[in-house]
Structure formats: structure tokens, C-alpha cells
């Protein structure tokens, strides 16, 4: 069986780096994350500072049709096998289907995992692209394509999160679409993907700190749940806080431990928005988690990948259009070993349950309509059991990284369901018909929003360059499933 990369594998010419490169399993102690908004004396810098990184940006000019409002992106961090899930070979080899069978769907001709029967059933909300792919099995790397929408590496840009990297699509919108209403454009939950360093794709790279998105990095499962950052201290009312208000527009008038790079009065239009948050905000009121009906919190799963996205939901809700859910902490997916063991009993079974619930819940709320959802994890596994492809290991029953064709599954917003876009070859190593690239995920996501795709940017020197080189998948919106 041949398994070596194809550098002509794809009918489309896409820039692409295609060196392997190893991925090391690190698990020591890790680098302090990046600091998060919360209090710092008299509501220090913390709040008022994040809100003053939405700084002034041009607006876009769109094209094409505004689809969504909001975009849930569920993430399988460490990448999911598609040959297990979206993408079963039933007639290819045992080394190469596995032990898992397929099952029918609500849509006749579209088979899925026996252990994804919550989904079955619900076919008909949802289409599945089989011919993703890109040319780097390595998670930082293609974790960074992904979550931005590139196909290849900016300059300066390595396997560890810096400001040469290319910006998260919440950072985009948010440099294209500023907003002053104390709602973020973009929350990630419930994990900062690092391993010793942050991975790219997580914030604003290059476009600077002031649109980096929030990060809430607590588990909403987790009966103490609660977002510091947007809570007042014990004790404190209010009342109070218009107190504690005032007293700091005295201490601004002569304090210099603010950003000495912006006026006075600019920094107290952010204060005001970092009031009104902690005083009166939808966003507060959403990650009040424990306020939804336990009834609700039951269906989701009461499990973090349940919990997580019923977060989502509250999040979108309330107004913020880009919420990224990391289906487990870093290399959730990474399946090397027990592939299907663990598929089977840790990974398929809260999957199948929180993603069913999401999409019944925003459909009864009619929220579908205007929220598309996007699941995809940075590449697949490779088509054959075992292998070392990017590791030094051989382990029978795990699948290793492979870049070459993967699975992305999206609803809502104008999405036609119950169809299968692209395919994958006999093995599902490669593209058969109609490759997509992370891009056009990128293009997608912008378009959907109503961004147009080559919109200007600018990087930290100024030079502008295209929000996206990609082009919208237009089979997801037309039915024309190809």
C-alpha cells in the first residue's frame, strides 16, 4: 500500500508546505499561560486593558450574502480518524477499515460510525466534507492552519505561538469589525491548547494583542464554575462599584500605570465598558451556566464536551459571533494507540450526545438559522493501523498523523444538510474529487459572517494582505454536494 506524501494529489494548486515534521509528546512543566482579565486593585488593569485592545479598525466592505450571526467552531484537538467516524471504508482492507462498522443515516447513501447513532439520526442538519486536506501532520502547525484559515506558514512563524503567526478568525472580525458594546467578537473555552507553549491559531498573531479573544480556561462541568474575570468580588455590590468608579477617575487623573500609550480619555472609555460588563451584561448572565435548567444541562451531557458546548450556545446567545470549543484539553484526539478503545469509550460516545443536543437546541430555539457550526480537528489519521509516519513508534492498534484527506462537518446558517461534499480515494488517503483546504474553511467562516474573504488586514509594520486566500465552499449552501 502506498502511503508516502503526494505532492500531486489535488486537482488545485494551493501553496503548501509539505516537510514532515516529528511531534513531541511533551508533558512537562508548563510555561505560565498568558494572563487572563480579572481584577487587579481598584478593578486594575486587567478588564479595562482587554477592552482597549479593541482598538480602532476599518470596516469592512462585504460581498455576497450575510448567512450567519454567530459561528460555533468545535475543534477535535490532536485530530480525529475520519476512517472511523465520517469516513468509513468497509470494503478496504482490515488493515485499513478497522473494527468499527458503518451505519445508515436519516440520509439514504450517507453512512456514519456505529458509535455516533445520536447523529445518524440526525443527518438531515447537517453535510460532511471528505476531502479536506492540507500538507503538514504536525498539530502546531496545522493547528494554526486551521483555526486561521491559511494553507501555509507566515513568515517568522515556528511551532510555538508568537505574534508573527497568522490571526484567529475572531481576531480578524474583531480588526474588521470592532464593536464597543462590551461584548468580545471571539471566546475560546475550555482549554489553552499548549504543550510547555502556546500553540498557534489562539489569538491575534500578528495584528497584536489589543484582538487576541478571551480565553476561559476552567471547566464549565465543574460544579465550581465561574469566570472571575466577570464576577464582582465577595463582599462587593453594584452600588458599590459606581463608588469605586469615580474614585478611579480621580486616581487616572494621575496615574501612570495604565497604557502610557493611549490618552486618558481613552482609556476611560474602556473602564466604562468594563463597568457596564460587570454591572448589567448579557455575557455575564451567559456563563451563569448553573442558571440553566437542569434538564437542558442533562441532555448536553454533564461532561465537559456537554457542558462546553451548551456554554456555546449561551455565548452565541447572547451576541458573540465566534465561540471556539476544544472538544479536551490539548491532543484530545491524538489517537496513537487504542485508537478505537478509546474512540469507542472515551471519545464518540459525549461527542455523539453534546453535538446531537446542540443541534436540537438551536433548532427548537431558532438559532440554526443564523448560527453555523463548524466541527473539523487539524488533520486525519493515517489510512493504515500502526505505522511511524510521525512518530518513532509502532503501536498496532493506534493511527499516526496524516494530512493528506480529512473530514469537516458543519450546520446551520444556510447550510444544506443531509449531504456529502468531496470525497477520498479508495483508502482514504487523498482527495478523490473536489479538495478543500483550510482556506476555504477560513473563506467560508468570513463569508458566512458576512466578511468578504480579501478583505485588507494589516500587520504590525502596516502592509495589509488578504483576511483569506481561500474561496467559500459553495456546495454547503447550494446542495450542490459534489
Known amino acids: 500500500m502506498e502511503m508516502t506524501d503526494k505532492s500531486n494529489h489535488s486537482t488545485k494548486a494551493r501553496p503548501m508546505n509539505s516537510r514532515r515534521l516529528l511531534h513531541q509528546h511533551s508533558h512537562g512543566i508548563n510555561r505560565r499561560e498568558l494572563l487572563q482579565v480579572g481584577y487587579s486593585g481598584l478593578l486594575g488593569c486587567g478588564l479595562p486593558t482587554l477592552l482597549s485592545q479593541q482598538s480602532r479598525a476599518v470596516e469592512s466592505r462585504t460581498v455576497g450574502e ?168 465577595v463582599g462587593m455590590t453594584v452600588d458599590a462599584l459606581g463608588h469605586r468608579r469615580q474614585l478611579l477617575a480621580r486616581l487616572n487623573a494621575q496615574s501612570a500605570c495604565f497604557d502610557l500609550a493611549r490618552s486618558a480619555t481613552e482609556f476611560s472609555s474602556y473602564q466604562d465598558q468594563a463597568m457596564s460588563i460587570l454591572t448589567a451584561s448579557a455575557i455575564g448572565r451567559a456563563f451563569a451556566i448553573d442558571q440553566e435548567p437542569a434538564a437542558v444541562r442533562d441532555q448536553y451531557g454533564r461532561h465537559l464536551f456537554g457542558q462546553s458546548l451548551l456554554l456555546s450556545r449561551r455565548l452565541v446567545q447572547a451576541g458573540v459571533p465566534i465561540v471556539q470549543a476544544n472538544m479536551g484539553s490539548m491532543n484530545n484526539w491524538d489517537t496513537h494507540n487504542s485508537n478505537f478503545t478509546q474512540l469507542k469509550d472515551r471519545l464518540l460516545p459525549p461527542l455523539d450526545q453534546s453535538l446531537s443536543a446542540l443541534l436540537d437546541d438551536l433548532s427548537a430555539s431558532g438559532l440554526l438559522d443564523e448560527t453555523l457550526v463548524v466541527m473539523v480537528g487539524e488533520f486525519g489519521r493515517t489510512p493504515q493501523l500502526g505505522g511511524n509516519v510521525g512518530t518513532p513508534s509502532y503501536v498496532p492498534d493506534g493511527r499516526d498523523h496524516w494530512a493528506g484527506v480529512f473530514f469537516a462537518l458543519f450546520a446551520g446558517a444556510g447550510v444544506r444538510g443531509g449531504q456529502v461534499i468531496g470525497s477520498s480515494d479508495n483508502i482514504a488517503a487523498y482527495p478523490a474529487s473536489n479538495p478543500y483546504y483550510p482556506s476555504d474553511l477560513g473563506a467560508t467562516i468570513f463569508q458566512s459572517l458576512g466578511i468578504d474573504p480579501r478583505s485588507m488586514i494589516k500587520d504590525r509594520v502596516n502592509r495589509p494582505m488578504h483576511a483569506s486566500e481561500g474561496e467559500s465552499i459553495a456546495p454547503l449552501f447550494t446542495g450542490a454536494a459534489s
Open 66 to 233: 450575510k448567512r450567519a450571526r454567530s459561528v460555533i467552531l468545535i475543534f477535535l484537538t490532536g485530530a480525529p480518524s475520519h476512517l472511523d467516524m465520517f469516513d468509513l471504508k468497509p470494503e478496504a482492507a482490515a488493515e485499513v477499515r478497522g473494527t468499527f462498522q458503518p451505519i445508515a443515516t436519516r440520509t439514504p447513501g450517507m453512512d456514519v460510525c456505529e458509535h455516533l447513532p445520536k447523529l445518524a439520526a440526525r443527518s438531515d442538519r447537517y453535510a460532511v466534507i471528505r476531502s479536506m486536506t492540507h500538507g503538514l501532520p504536525s498539530h502546531e502547525h496545522a493547528t494554526h492552519m486551521v483555526l486561521t484559515g491559511i494553507d501555509k506558514m507566515p513568515i517568522g512563524a515556528t511551532h510555538m505561538a508568537s505574534r508573527s503567526d497568522w490571526p484567529c478568525y475572531a481576531s480578524t472580525l474583531d480588526f474588521l469589525r470592532p464593536r464597543r458594546d462590551g461584548i468580545p467578537n471571539g471566546v475560546m473555552l475550555p482549554t489553552y491548547l499548549n504543550n510547555g507553549y502556546g500553540f498557534s491559531g489562539q489569538d491575534a498573531g500578528f495584528l497584536g494583542a489589543k484582538y487576541d479573544p478571551w480565553h476561559v480556561k476552567q471547566d464549565p462541568n465543574d460544579p465550581k464554575f465561574r469566570v472571575e474575570n466577570l464576577s464582582l468580588p
